[in-house]
């Protein structure tokens, strides 16, 4: 099971921290992202972190203001975020694949496991 908390309201400009804890299971040697969905639009690939912490990927519009990351002794995986803009208003989402290959991490259909999401609002 994943549980994402972290979520809240912001300012444009500031930062939060999304986390992600994984229970009842290991997902240790599992790929983690984090997917967005804004109000009426669809859900989005975020970011990626392969299960190493070797590698990351994420959306152009994100680079450079949200960094992926993951503690595997603790089973979490983190999102940090900054230099938040309105448009970055979204219920984010962890997920977790077994896929490995760059291209099936940033589409949603490679993702077996889901939480929750977490309500992020941004205002100008």
């Known amino acids: 099971q994943l549980q994402a908390s972290g979520g809240g309201s912001v300012q444009a400009g500031g930062s939060l921290r999304l986390s992600c804890a994984a229970s009842?299971?290991?997902?240790?040697?599992?790929?983690m992202a984090w997917f967005r969905q804004a109000p009426g639009k669809e859900r989005e690939f975020a970011a990626a972190?392969?299960?190493?912490?070797?590698?990351?990927y994420y959306k152009d519009s994100v680079k450079g203001r949200f960094t992926i990351s993951r503690d595997n002794a603790k089973n979490t995986v983190y999102l940090e975020m900054s230099s938040l803009k309105p448009e970055d208003t979204a219920v984010y989402y962890c997920?977790?694949?077994?896929?490995?290959?760059?291209?099936?991490?940033?589409?949603?259909?490679?993702?077996?496991?889901w939480g929750q999401g977490t309500l992020v609002t941004v205002s100008s």
């Open positions: 997920a977790a694949s077994l896929y490995d290959s760059a291209y099936d991490l940033l589409r949603e259909h490679s993702y077996a496991y």
């Open positions: 009842g299971g290991t997902y240790r040697n599992h790929n």
């Open positions: 972190i392969t299960w190493s912490g070797g590698d990351t």
